[in-house]
């Protein structure tokens, strides 16, 4: 079975352009959520879709948005990118509530 | 609030000792437990969670963590450290109510395995 995938893998933008990632989860798995991890702040969590539906978010700043599509793929947005913006970003797949989950390779965004 | 910890930064181990990573965590209820790797430049990788049952946990790779309910500890643990082990190593403990959930991470603790 096929892991999870995001693309791309690799984005440099500027100050003040807007970035959209996208995560295709393990086929099966309903849940889609979205991490940030920085040297500085560790691993935070953005925010988690489930049949297309946002269940939580983290806290972050409304620049920071996501979708999920009825096949289960999702994107997650950000506009006004600042320097602080770059970091990996995972996207992480699961059944359901409390399931495992698992990660994607990740996009490194690097904001200059 | 609640939290996980990892109080080593840094953890060196000769090749074929044991190794230990250590992990606490501080939640209300049950804790599910989580240890992923995480290998450069790579996403996390799924080694072994504790739901309930047995306190021993075995995993990938021949890793295993230990639950301890009175000291809220959850180690990971393998008899027989190899090169390729090192790697970033990460304590979660999933959060969930209300239909959804989240995992919190540790900071993460760095093993270094020397031949």
């Given amino acids: 079975k096929a892991g999870v995938t995001q693309t791309p893998r690799y984005l440099i933008k500027t100050r003040g352009q807007q970035v959209t990632l996208s995560c295709s989860p393990i086929s099966g798995h309903r849940s889609v959520s979205w991490y940030q991890q920085t040297p500085g702040q560790g691993l935070q969590f953005l925010f988690e879709y489930f049949s297309e539906t946002q269940r939580n978010k983290g806290n972050f700043p409304g620049r920071f948005s996501g979708r999920q599509f009825s096949n289960s793929r999702s994107e997650m947005n950000v506009s006004t990118l600042e320097l602080g913006d770059s970091a990996l970003y995972l996207c992480a797949s699961s059944r359901g509530t409390q399931e495992t989950q698992y990660f994607g390779p990740g996009t490194r965004l690097l904001v200059l | ?115």
């Fill in chain 2, 1 to 115: 609030a609640q939290s996980v910890a990892q109080p080593e930064d840094q953890v060196n181990v000769a090749e074929g000792n044991p190794l230990t990573v250590k992990c606490t965590y501080s939640v209300s209820g049950n804790p599910y437990l989580f240890w992923y790797v995480q290998y450069p430049n790579r996403g996390l990788q799924f080694l072994l969670k504790y739901i309930t049952g047995d306190n021993l946990v075995k995993g990938s790779y021949g890793f295993e963590a230990e639950f301890n309910k009175s000291q809220t500890s959850f180690h990971l643990k393998k008899p027989s450290a190899l090169v390729s082990d090192s790697a970033l190593y990460f304590c979660a403990v999933i959060l969930w109510g209300g239909g959804y959930n989240k995992l919190i991470f540790g900071a993460g603790t760095r093993l270094a395995v020397h031949p």
